[in-house]
């Protein structure tokens, strides 16, 4: 294990003059032309079918080792120079591969409309191994650009909209905020947001000043990238006879409206269980209005355990093992192994990730690790990812490409695992914190989840008319705060400029990234409550759910395990769970804080 800290890349390319990586870079495009040559012809023969399939998985396998190489780079240098002109190269192959997935959504579409298609699958191993992939690139045909200008929009979206997010990634890559920490500090804007959870109600407060002001360098261009995104997306949605921006990712998220409606009003329904926790909250920290931001992570009770990057790992490994041995070695072999990326440094991206290295069989993770429980808690999140992707390794890298919502089913399972074990064995002020830890980061999954959900919304509603200006994009985002914290929250203190540090607003790939973590948050809750009824059946069942994330709809997954999610009774057991947890930190605050409440 790198004891600085660092991610070890060589199992990819030990660097960018590695001879296998300039190979690997120069075959690409070799493939995707030999590829293109086998579709060309409408060959629906089950030699040149087969012949397809491997072909793809070739340039999957390419492509993706390439891109996660340089992207994995960036993420902790965001000046890196070989970095950005790789990553420009690999760009400029975007139009290409997106034609070429086109014309495969072209292809198979016309395969399904032959007489003997669903023979033709039967009697082949590899196709009936990929039926799932075939019939969802000939639905994927129904919404297809118009041919003759499909290629030109492609080439378009290399310069707009993957420039614009381009742009706003190495924006926040270097921003630094300057703070007067006894005296003027110019630290990471990474480093500053942590502050919010900092025991020192001065330096949480500053941390929150210094950050807004931060922003008034970058805001603006950001804003231009938002609505450039955003509003590129809607016109090439309808494009593609969508009615909707929402409507394209529900179904690129194999997820029907009516399930995440039917969650999102049992969502509305139980704001108020929430509130609770921060008026709660607000009182024991003497304010009267409702939590101002500045002290929505102040951490509650004490817990003097400050967590080594050495102490999280046993931590982890402890835990999981007990839950399933063969899970705490896989935890074990990550920190050993060199796949996290733990601390935060100049140039270095804010937040957290999972990224999968299929071909390798392993993952790479990226941390900001401060070393307080909410840090172990972030690393236990994205080793949930890399446990999830695990259980897709003996699939094809085709039938490894799992849903949005359900990507943050084993991740938020995790967390939960971790925060309830460690709650078992604690009493008093240390349990009080790490209690408080999980209703808060609850609190971010579903309340603030729901205030992004509005937000872009409202973006994506405006932007089709005008481009929305700072000021309105911030008072968009503290109305959506407003509507989602209502009175627990102090209306006084919001986050504006909350649209500027959240990186999913700007993916040109997916659109409302947001509602995903509360759907995780809520299923791996249903989970959970399957385990504590029968812990020893449940790991079996788990895995496999796990491993069918790739080859079947949403609703048709989580039915496999046991779980109706288009039914309210389904998400309200969660929230019922998460009251009942709300309910006993109450008590321990009562408890442990006399004289406050």
Same mark, same amino acid.
């Given at each position: 294990?790198?004891?600085?800290?660092?991610?070890?890349?060589?199992?990819?390319?030990?660097?960018?003059?590695?001879?296998?990586?300039?190979?690997?870079?120069?075959?690409?495009? =070799?493939?995707?032309?030999?590829?293109?040559?086998?579709?060309?012809?409408?060959?629906?023969?089950?030699?040149?079918?087969?012949?397809?399939?491997?072909?793809?998985?070739?340039?999957?396998?390419?492509?993706?080792?390439?891109?996660?190489?340089?992207?994995?780079? !960036?993420?902790?240098?965001?000046?890196?120079?070989?970095?950005?002109?790789?990553?420009?190269?690999?760009?400029?192959?975007?139009?290409?591969?997106?034609?070429?997935?086109?014309?495969?959504?072209?292809?198979?579409?016309?395969?399904?409309?032959?007489?003997?298609?669903?023979?033709?699958?039967?009697?082949?191993?590899?196709?009936?191994?990929?039926?799932?992939?075939?019939?969802?690139?000939?639905? %994927?045909?129904?919404?297809?650009?118009?041919?003759? =200008?499909?290629?030109?929009?492609?080439?378009?979206?290399?310069?707009?909209?993957?420039?614009?997010?381009?742009? *706003?990634?190495?924006?926040?890559?270097?921003?630094?905020?300057?703070?007067?920490?006894?005296?003027?500090?110019? !630290?990471?804007?990474?480093?500053?947001?942590?502050?919010?959870?900092?025991?020192?109600?001065?330096?949480?407060?500053?941390?929150?000043?210094?950050?807004?002001?931060?922003?008034?360098?970058?805001?603006?261009?950001?804003?231009?990238?938002?609505? %450039?995104?955003?509003?590129?997306?809607?016109?090439?949605?309808?494009?593609?006879?969508?009615?909707?921006?929402?409507?394209?990712?529900?179904?690129?998220?194999?997820?029907?409206?009516?399930?995440?409606?039917?969650?999102?009003? =049992?969502?509305?329904?139980?704001?108020?269980?929430?509130?609770?926790?921060?008026?709660?909250?607000?009182?024991?920290?003497?304010?009267?209005?409702?939590?101002?931001?500045?002290?929505?992570?102040?951490?509650?009770?004490?817990? +003097?355990?400050?967590?080594?990057?050495?102490?999280?790992?046993?931590?982890?490994?402890?835990?999981?093992?007990? $839950?399933?041995?063969?899970?705490?070695? $896989?935890?074990?072999?990550?920190?050993?192994?060199?796949?996290?990326?733990?601390?935060?440094?100049?140039?270095?991206?804010?937040?957290?990730?999972?990224?999968?290295?299929?071909?390798?069989?392993?993952?790479?993770?990226?941390?900001?690790?401060?070393?307080?429980? &909410?840090?172990?808690?972030?690393?236990?999140?994205?080793?949930?990812?890399?446990?999830?992707? %695990?259980?897709?390794?003996?699939?094809?890298?085709?039938? &490894?490409?799992?849903?949005?919502?359900?990507?943050?089913?084993?991740?938020?399972?995790?967390?939960?695992?971790?925060?309830?074990?460690? #709650?078992?064995?604690?009493?008093?002020?240390?349990?009080?914190?790490?209690?408080?830890?999980?209703?808060?980061?609850?609190?971010?999954?579903?309340?603030?989840?729901?205030?992004?959900?509005?937000?872009?919304?409202? =973006?994506?509603?405006?932007?089709?008319?005008? *481009?929305?200006?700072?000021?309105?994009?911030?008072?968009?985002?503290?109305?959506?705060?407003?509507?989602?914290?209502?009175?627990?929250?102090?209306?006084?203190?919001?986050?504006?400029?909350?649209?500027?540090?959240?990186?999913?607003?700007?993916?040109?790939?997916?659109?409302?990234?947001? $509602?995903?973590?509360?759907?995780?948050?809520?299923?791996?809750?249903?989970?959970?409550?399957?385990?504590?009824?029968?812990?020893?059946? $449940?790991?079996?069942?788990?895995?496999?759910?796990?491993?069918?994330?790739?080859?079947?709809?949403?609703?048709?997954?989580?039915?496999?395990?046991?779980?109706?999610?288009?039914?309210? +009774?389904?998400?309200?057991?969660?929230?019922?769970?998460?009251?009942?947890?709300?309910?006993?930190?109450?008590?321990?605050?009562?408890?442990?804080?006399?004289?406050? #409440?």
């Amino acid at each position: 294990m790198n004891k600085d800290g660092f991610w070890d890349l060589t199992p990819l390319y030990k660097n960018y003059e590695d001879e296998t990586f300039k190979k690997e870079l120069s075959l690409l495009p =070799v493939e995707i032309s030999k590829l293109s040559d086998l579709i060309r012809g409408k060959n629906y023969g089950t030699g040149n079918l087969e012949n397809i399939l491997v072909s793809l998985q070739d340039i999957e396998r390419l492509f993706t080792r390439l891109s996660n190489f340089v992207e994995l780079n !960036l993420a902790v240098n965001a000046t890196s120079e070989d970095s950005l002109l790789f990553q420009d190269k690999l760009n400029s192959f975007q139009p290409q591969i997106e034609s070429l997935w086109s014309g495969l959504s072209r292809f198979f579409a016309g395969f399904g409309k032959q007489k003997d298609f669903e023979e033709t699958i039967n009697n082949s191993g590899v196709l009936k191994s990929h039926d799932f992939f075939i019939r969802e690139m000939i639905e %994927s045909g129904n919404h297809l650009l118009p041919a003759n =200008v499909e290629d030109y929009i492609f080439e378009m979206k290399r310069t707009g909209s993957s420039a614009w997010e381009q742009l *706003r990634d190495m924006l926040d890559g270097v921003s630094t905020v300057e703070i007067d920490l006894d005296g003027i500090k110019t !630290l990471p804007l990474p480093e500053i947001r942590n502050m919010a959870y900092s025991e020192n109600p001065e330096i949480r407060k500053k941390a929150y000043y210094a950050e807004l002001a931060s922003y008034k360098k970058t805001e603006i261009p950001i804003a231009f990238a938002l609505h %450039s995104i955003k509003a590129e997306s809607l016109y090439l949605s309808k494009l593609k006879g969508f009615d909707s921006l929402l409507d394209e990712t529900l179904f690129n998220s194999r997820m029907k409206k009516e399930t995440l409606f039917t969650m999102l009003e =049992v969502i509305r329904e139980n704001l108020g269980i929430f509130h609770r926790y921060y008026r709660l909250k607000s009182r024991i920290l003497g304010h009267k209005n409702g939590l101002p931001f500045y002290d929505l992570f102040a951490p509650l009770g004490k817990s +003097e355990q400050k967590f080594t990057v050495d102490s999280a790992r046993k931590l982890l490994v402890k835990v999981f093992s007990d $839950f399933d041995g063969e899970y705490g070695a $896989f935890i074990d072999n990550a920190f050993e192994n060199d796949w996290i990326d733990f601390y935060p440094r100049e140039g270095k991206g804010g937040g957290a990730f999972c990224s999968t290295l299929h071909s390798e069989r392993a993952s790479r993770v990226m941390t900001n690790f401060t070393g307080t429980f &909410s840090d172990v808690s972030t690393l236990a999140h994205e080793l949930g990812h890399a446990f999830h992707d %695990s259980c897709l390794y003996n699939e094809s890298i085709l039938n &490894s490409d799992y849903p949005m919502p359900l990507a943050e089913t084993a991740s938020t399972f995790n967390e939960i695992m971790l925060s309830q074990t460690c #709650l078992s064995t604690m009493s008093g002020n240390e349990a009080l914190a790490i209690l408080d830890s999980q209703i808060s980061d609850w609190g971010q999954s579903i309340v603030d989840i729901y205030s992004r959900f509005l937000f872009e919304t409202k =973006v994506v509603e405006t932007c089709g008319s005008h *481009r929305m200006s700072v000021k309105e994009l911030q008072s968009a985002m503290t109305e959506a705060q407003k509507q989602a914290y209502g009175e627990g929250l102090d209306p006084s203190f919001l986050h504006p400029d909350m649209w500027v540090c959240k990186c999913h607003y700007y993916s040109t790939a997916v659109h409302f990234y947001n $509602f995903p973590y509360a759907f995780g948050l809520l299923l791996a809750l249903g989970l959970f409550q399957m385990y504590k009824t029968d812990n020893k059946n $449940f790991i079996g069942i788990y895995k496999k759910f796990l491993s069918l994330t790739g080859t079947n709809t949403i609703e048709e997954t989580t039915k496999k395990a046991g779980i109706d999610i288009t039914k309210k +009774e389904f998400w309200q057991r969660s929230f019922n769970q998460i009251e009942k947890t709300i309910d006993e930190f109450e008590a321990l605050c009562k408890e442990n804080l006399p004289g406050i #409440l």
